[in-house]
């Protein structure tokens, strides 16, 4: 049964998606336009970084190689959600302008819904911006690349991706009870992606606590980045902690499905 | 005149209704404050005059940034996405045959939006920021008034951008192109994502000239205590002269928009 | 199937409680319980239709929304072709078709061809059956000016119809309109309820429908119910709810000039004059004819018209009935 419905859930997903995939093509320049433009904002978020550089040779003991792999691999990790799950931050105004409704009449998972509903292909564009400037830190970072920290750099994309997937979920549930609060969300989502873009050693240390045991943002590319880069950990875990990053993405992914589930309950048993 | 100001104080209660979203806004804007003072810190902590400011200067930079984000529709917003959409259904023309003027109309509606996002979204987090860092706020209560005076000069400034971008919807199919780049460039050159006088050389010179320096560099260096005497004059002449030019090209565009209308019958 | 075919939708003793919590004073808030279904029990069998009506928040949604699926009762028992809507949605969710008249169940920014297509593919449609039911819908909506016209652009009529046809395409056994001729133009209405009419006869499906327009359910429904404040009031046929209410229909004439009220006709009374025009008041179930007739050989006649009575009207004296 719980196969079933993933299974649905999948097909439902991509079937939304490709529909809105073909009506954006349908206007291509208003695509191309839009989708410039997602490339440009992302372009210039980074440009604080090459303008801040422009003045210093480190920020936290961190270079511009350094930093421009944690960039790159934060941005990556949230380009992939973004554009999956981007959508879901309008679970809120479904609730308050009653389109919800309209969802739950239809023989597919809602959480499948309201993921693909509006796919914005345009997303694409902070994907591109963080794999480019993922291979350029790859170019110029001076590390020794044996196997386990080849192979924790696509893992520690895909945890990070499925740790913000989890919180854009998760988001999108808290706002069954409070529809108006989407803004919320972004806090944690965008507010997120910016700290990670930053080394560990920028904030204070409660900070990094906070973000590894109560909301662990840190799993995204913080602790897996460190032991690539061959860097201590700022509160004392040991080097190998980088590697619990699936495990994290996982009972990331697990809470937040539950999440879901209870925000979906509360919304068909007081239907606001 | 009556009429504006009951527009101005309807749309400041039709704002002050979404208690959750404002909440949810202050929230937001304080975590990112947060976030961006850390990383100033780290900047200034190598650079400690950087820009000419010191770090005081630099965290009070952040908090106000976050504090006029809203007020200043430096994100977009407000009532842009409105007004699109009464052009692209056509409801415009109704608009355009009522006794009163379309710009000055959606100003009102937009002050009274930016005055309640000063004081719901603007307030709080400057008051986090004050608590936990150091922030280099003036003590004369004049500096206080110029600084209001210059904020509310760089939300009319702010207003005329997004009308000249909102009437892009009159031939444009969709709006939402112009909006994303009209965000891009209000945050880089306001110098939200950084303060212009850290930006080097021709480009930071070329930003300080541009109309968004007004919507946020501008009241930040007021506050700051950057301008002085003639220098603060000048610091109002430049947000004044570039907020006339603005609303004038959107009266402009607005009358070419309502031919268009007329021709086309909406 | 044949088990169920008696009792098709079945409600037993459903209610469904909202705990709403109101602002009182700066922070506090009151919570307080309200019944918005309280105790309905009803059978409709397989092929009926039924005409669901009664004052706005009298319980009508809610009651469509426990039947679809989307709110899960508080108490009772419900089943709709023997299913728990509530416990297996998406299950139910293939033999149902749904019609909300204030919001489209269509995607807001396709065109209804990419729209139906998604439906296709969402209810697993078999590509014969896809092919015909649109064709049908096509015809007898007059659709096909619009297959390439995304949602928003489309008048509330031409929507609604759209929507229409998005429901019907996976022939479900079951369709609940909720306000479906609401905001309408005349020609728009007269085709969807021929169009329902035909779907009813043909396929045998079993509709629910809320409604304030009472020529929607004397023209589709076998069967009305009066529903107010989470209680079924009346259950039974549209003349039987014009018997018990005590409804009038309202004869409008225009004379030739202004003249006194007019007088001397059986069965009718005037109950107001305007100018020229004049108003008469009758037993919704009897006949217009005679009363027209007798008007027309004693007054100069110029035009007339036959006003039907208002629900609002009905269940308004059904109560004062019973009360008084």
Redesign the interface.
């Known amino acids: 049964m719980a196969e079933s419905q993933l299974y649905q859930g999948l097909r439902a997903y991509a079937l939304i998606v490709g529909m809105w995939v073909r009506s954006t093509m349908a206007y291509r320049t208003s695509f191309v336009i839009m989708a410039l433009g997602n490339l440009a904002i992302t372009a210039l978020d980074f440009a604080v970084i090459g303008l801040m550089f422009s003045h210093v040779d480190a920020l936290g003991g961190f270079d511009l190689a350094e930093v421009t792999f944690l960039y790159g691999t934060s941005s990556t990790a949230f380009g992939l959600t973004d554009l999956a799950f981007g959508s879901m931050e309008r679970v809120g105004r479904r609730v308050r302008d009653g389109t919800m409704d309209t969802l739950l009449v239809r023989p597919v998972p809602v959480l499948a819904q309201v993921a693909a509903d509006r796919f914005a292909l345009r997303r694409v564009g902070r994907i591109i911006q963080g794999v480019a400037l993922l291979g350029w830190s790859l170019a110029h970072l001076d590390v020794n690349w044996t196997w386990d920290r080849v192979l924790l750099l696509p893992v520690m994309l895909l945890s990070g991706a499925a740790i913000f997937a989890a919180l854009f979920v998760a988001g999108a549930a808290f706002q069954f009870w409070a529809s108006d609060a989407a803004e919320v969300q972004s806090a944690f989502t965008y507010g997120g992606t910016t700290m990670l873009q930053f080394p560990p050693t920028v904030f204070t240390t409660e900070l990094v606590r906070a973000v590894t045991f109560v909301l662990p943002l840190a799993f995204v590319n913080w602790f897996p980045a460190l032991h690539i880069l061959g860097r201590p950990n700022p509160i004392g875990l040991p080097d190998g902690i980088g590697f619990a990053a699936p495990l994290v993405a996982v009972a990331c992914c697990a809470l937040a499905g539950l999440a879901w589930g209870a925000g979906l309950r509360a919304y068909r048993s007081t239907g606001s | 005149m009556r009429l504006y100001t009951a527009v101005v104080a309807s749309s400041f209660r039709r704002y002050a209704t979404?208690?959750?979203?404002t909440?949810?806004?202050v929230?937001?804007n304080t975590?990112?404050g947060?976030?961006?003072a850390?990383?100033y810190?780290?900047?200034w902590d190598?650079?400690p005059h950087?820009g000419g400011y010191d770090l005081a200067q630099a965290m009070t930079f952040v908090w106000l940034g976050q504090a006029l984000l809203a007020a200043s529709a430096l994100m977009g917003g407000g009532f842009q996405e409105e007004f699109q959409e009464r052009i692209r259904s056509g409801d415009v023309a109704v608009d355009l045959y009522r006794p009163v003027d379309l710009q000055l109309w959606w100003l009102a509606g937009d002050v009274g939006r930016a005055i309640f996002q000063l004081l719901g979204r603007g307030i709080v987090p400057m008051i986090f920021g004050a608590l936990v860092f150091d922030l280099a706020l003036p003590a004369s209560p004049l500096t206080w008034l110029c600084f209001l005076l210059a904020v509310a000069l760089g939300i009319l400034v702010s207003f005329a951008l997004r009308y000249l971008v909102a009437l892009t919807a009159f031939w444009l199919?969709?709006g939402?192109?112009a909006n994303?780049?009209s965000?891009?460039l209000s945050?880089?050159f306001s110098g939200m994502?950084?303060p212009l006088n850290?930006?080097?050389g021709a480009l930071g010179e070329t930003a300080n000239a541009l109309p968004w320096a007004a919507i946020l560099q501008v009241p930040a260096d007021v506050l700051l205590g950057e301008h002085q005497g003639a220098g603060l004059v000048g610091a109002f002449a430049f947000q004044v002269g570039w907020a006339i030019a603005l609303l004038a090209a959107g009266r402009l565009l607005q009358s070419a928009a309502t031919r268009k209308v007329v021709v086309q019958g909406g | 199937m044949a088990a169920n075919d008696a009792a098709f939708i079945e409600l037993d003793a459903v209610e469904k409680v909202f705990t709403v919590r109101r602002r009182a004073g700066w922070m506090r808030r009151e919570r307080h319980e309200v019944r918005a279904v309280d105790g309905i029990s009803f059978q409709v069998p397989r092929g009926e239709v039924v005409g669901y009506i009664g004052p706005n928040g009298a319980g009508k949604s809610t009651t469509i929304k426990m039947l679809t699926g989307i709110l899960v009762p508080s108490g009772g028992r419900l089943r709709v072709a023997g299913i728990d809507p509530s416990k297996e949605r998406t299950r139910l969710a293939r033999r149902m078709g749904v019609v909300f008249g204030q919001r489209t169940t269509l995607w807001w920014d396709l065109p209804l061809r990419d729209s139906y297509a998604l439906v296709r593919r969402m209810y697993r449609i078999p590509d014969d059956r896809y092919r015909h039911n649109l064709e049908r819908c096509v015809e007898l909506l007059d659709l096909a000016e619009l297959l390439e016209v995304p949602v928003r652009q489309l008048s509330l009529g031409q929507r609604m119809r759209g929507d229409i046809a998005a429901a019907l395409l996976h022939d479900p056994d079951v369709l609940y309109l909720d306000e479906p001729t609401i905001g309408l133009d005349v020609i728009s209405k007269v085709k969807v309820r021929e169009f329902l009419r035909e779907v009813n006869t043909e396929q045998n499906t079993t509709v629910l429908l809320t409604t304030h327009d009472l020529t929607d359910i004397e023209q589709l429904c076998q069967r009305v119910m009066v529903i107010d404040h989470g209680r079924v009031m009346y259950d039974g046929s549209l003349a039987g709810l014009h018997a018990v209410g005590e409804s009038e229909r309202t004869l409008v004439v225009d004379l030739e000039r202004e003249l006194p009220p007019i007088e001397g006709v059986p069965g009718a009374r005037t109950v107001r004059v305007d100018g020229a025009r004049q108003w008469l008041a009758f037993p919704a179930a009897a006949s217009a004819a005679p009363i027209v007739a007798a008007v027309a050989a004693a007054y100069p006649l110029v035009d007339l018209s036959v006003r039907e009575p208002d629900i609002e009207d009905v269940i308004a004296k059904m109560y004062a009935e019973r009360s008084g």
């Open positions: 979404y208690r959750a979203a909440a949810a806004g929230f937001t975590v990112f947060f976030i961006v850390y990383t810190i780290a900047l190598q650079r950087l199919l969709d939402a192109g994303m780049i965000v891009v945050l880089f994502i950084l850290v930006f080097p």
